[in-house]
T-cell receptor, first 114, second 109 residues
Framework: ETGVTQTPRHLVMGMTNKKSLKCEQH?????MYWYKQSAKKPLELMFV???????ENNSVPSRFSPECPNSSHLFLHLHTLQPEDSALYLCASSLETSGSDEQYFGPGTRLTVT | GQNIDQPTEMTATEGAIVQINCTYQTSGFNGLFWYQQHAGEAPTFLSYNVLDGLEEKGRFSSFLSRSKGYSYLLLKELQMKDSASYLCAVRDRDYKLSFGAGTTVTVRA
């Protein structure tokens, strides 16, 4: 139990669908992150939120839209995705974005775009 | 961009020692992390180095040389459960964390 939960764990969607990924952290952290993990490639940072404010958008295509209503919840809204977007999407949280605080990861959502 | 290199795969025998090297070139430096990720699971934190030297935590140790842009993770007394991917991650001057592609360690009986 890492204190960070993600739903759904698996998602199959067509290129014209709209879906959302949800992340919730129960650790009292102030920073939350979305990462993309593709096979044999490094984890790619997508978005960073600190105290509900987006502080990093790592040149992510607009078909990915994050939302952070409060410090405990983070969403990733998906629309008109491409097959190359199929990957494991990981959410993480940390106490702050600086300092020695490690990031705690959720179990991820395995996304397949058909 | 940032450049973080680590070997793709390593194999070792149960009870042995394995050393996973990581070299990095980043815009500034604010700490290096090692994470363990079992197949199908979330990465979990193993160690953090920000000053040069060795940090020991039970069977796992991590070393850092900032002048060389180099770190290693040492796994001692290997157990079957240590079979996993080990991720090296470096935080740059803007506190942005960049990951290597990971080293898959296979422990054989």
């Amino acid at each position: 139990e890492t204190g960070v939960t993600q739903t759904p764990r698996h998602l199959v969607m067509g290129m014209t669908n709209k879906k959302s990924l949800k992340c919730e952290q129960h650790l009292g952290h102030n920073a939350m992150y979305w990462y993309k993990q593709s096979a044999k490639k490094p984890l790619e940072l997508m978005f960073v939120y600190n105290f509900k404010e987006q502080t990093e958008n790592n040149s992510v295509p607009s078909r990915f839209s994050p939302e952070c209503p409060n410090s405990s919840h983070l969403f990733l809204h998906l629309h008109t995705l491409q097959p190359e977007d199929s990957a494991l999407y990981l959410c993480a949280s940390s106490l702050e974005t600086s300092g020695s605080d490690e990031q705690y990861f959720g179990p991820g959502t395995r996304l397949t775009v058909t | 961009g940032q450049n973080i290199d680590q070997p793709t795969e390593m194999t070792a025998t149960e009870g042995a020692i394995v050393q996973i090297n990581c070299t990095y070139q980043t815009s500034g430096f604010n700490g290096l992390f090692w994470y363990q990720q079992h197949a199908g699971e979330a990465p979990t934190f193993l160690s953090y180095n920000v000053l040069d030297g060795l940090e020991e935590k039970g069977r796992f140790s991590s070393f850092l040389s900032r002048s060389k842009g180099y770190s290693y993770l040492l796994l001692k007394e290997l157990q079957m459960k240590d079979s996993a991917s080990y991720l090296c991650a470096v935080r740059d001057r803007d506190y942005k964390l960049s990951f290597g592609a990971g080293t898959t360690v296979t422990v054989r009986a």
